[in-house]
């Protein structure tokens, strides 16, 4: 005769609240129903499945804290569902429930590590202590491993740390500077060098991965006052006229050292322009016009470097009021074959010229694109076409 209706094989299981989530196997309806009424009457979630192959659908639509299971079943007994689950979890609680208890079985459950091993007919009593047991195992079990990820993690971080710092170390140690020309165009002669930082440590291979070590260390300042230190002193083997730009972050507008009049820098400031990037935000500095401001008492001139290519806008001539002003190149690149490129730079030169601010056109690579800004107004021109950065000094090229 055909057996009772069967009850839904693999219910989805998710979690809910702080109630565990138990998944009961066994071929018997009424055993499914005697333990899962145990079971929610103390506040667990259960799903059922009438055997191991069922147990397994359930287990892939989703996790569970505690398998209650059968041992003798058809098509998956308990053990091949406990062998399953092994592969997958090794610390997921099983308890195996039998009818008919035998060495073999048993010494299979241990082997398999069983949470628990218990003979029908099922005590009620007996079913709730085993699985609170096995539950608060269960917990333990992932508060150890969560403090030992915690603990792995926290030394992952600080070797990471040290290991960064190190670096960043001997990347100051290693410091030079390269410098690219910037030329007067017609005029073709040398306007100034723009002083570009480099390192020989071989794990911080580029200028940003040097900047973003220093972010990470809090080591800004450190690697402003570097940088400074670095360009000061070829400044007296510039040709005659001929000025350095040297680049700073924001945070090095917060640095007492770079208004200090005994500082190196401070020493040449007359033939230094300080580029101040656009894309630094300068929302961080509240008093940015009266240190500007400082700056140029001391002799320095000020550029806004990359212009169209950052955040901040023309809302920097206003805060800054520059003296000089550079072409972000992604608007140069190109420029002489883009309509848009070229409505946007003859806007910017043209207004530049107007307050009476010069104007460099960045990463500049070929003549066609020297040519157009040329046209637009452009002054001033730096890139590849004219020279790469070098060190020391360099002559351009004009062709």
Excluded at 35 to 53: M, Y
Excluded at 60 to 81: E, F, T, V
Aim: hydrophobic fraction near 45%; glycine fraction near 6%.
């Amino acid at each position: 005769m055909p057996g009772p209706p069967a009850e839904p094989a693999a219910e989805p299981i998710g979690r809910a609240g702080r109630s565990a989530h138990i998944l009961v196997v066994d071929d018997e309806a009424m055993i499914r129903k005697v333990l899962r009424r145990i079971l929610t009457s103390r506040g667990h979630q259960v799903t059922v499945a009438e055997n191991g192959a069922h147990a397994r659908e359930a287990l892939q639509a989703g996790a569970c804290d505690l398998i209650l299971s059968d041992i003798n079943m058809p098509r998956m007994d308990g053990l091949g569902l406990l062998r399953l689950v092994r592969e997958r979890d090794p610390d997921l609680p099983v308890i195996l429930i039998t009818a008919d208890p035998s060495a073999d079985s048993a010494i299979g459950a241990l082997e398999l590590r069983a949470t628990g091993y218990l003979r029908k007919p099922v005590d009620p009593q007996t079913v709730a202590r085993e699985v609170d047991k096995a539950l608060t195992l269960r917990e333990l079990a992932r508060a150890r491993q969560q403090a030992h990820e915690l603990v792995s993690s926290e030394r992952h971080d600080r070797e990471e740390a040290e290991q960064l710092a190190a670096a960043f170390g001997r990347a100051l140690e290693s410091l030079y500077m390269v410098y690219q020309p910037i030329v007067r165009w017609p005029a073709r002669e040398v306007f100034g060098y723009e002083a570009l930082v480099r390192t020989a440590e071989p794990t911080i291979p580029h200028p940003g991965a040097l900047f973003d070590a220093a972010e990470r260390l809090s080591k800004l300042r450190d690697l402003g006052r570097a940088i400074r230190a670095q360009c000061t002193v070829p400044v007296s083997q510039l040709p005659p006229r001929a000025s350095v730009f040297v680049n700073l972050d924001s945070a090095d507008l917060l640095d007492d050292e770079l208004f200090d009049t005994n500082a190196p820098l401070s020493s040449v400031a007359e033939r230094v322009v300080l580029e101040i990037t656009e894309r630094a935000h300068l929302a961080g500095v509240r008093d940015v016009v009266e240190r500007i401001a400082r700056l140029r008492g001391h002799g320095f001139r000020v550029a806004i470097d990359d212009i169209g290519g950052g955040y901040s806008g023309l809302n920097s001539f206003a805060m800054l009021k520059p003296d000089l002003v550079t072409l972000d190149m992604a608007l140069v690149r190109d420029v002489d074959r883009d309509p848009v490129r070229q409505r946007v730079t003859r806007m910017l030169i043209h207004l530049c010229l107007d307050l009476g601010i010069s104007v460099v056109g960045e990463g500049v690579e070929t003549a066609a694109e020297r040519d157009t800004l040329a046209a637009f107004g452009c002054p001033l021109f730096q890139g590849y076409l004219f020279a790469r950065p070098n060190a020391p000094f360099v002559e351009p090229i004009y062709g």
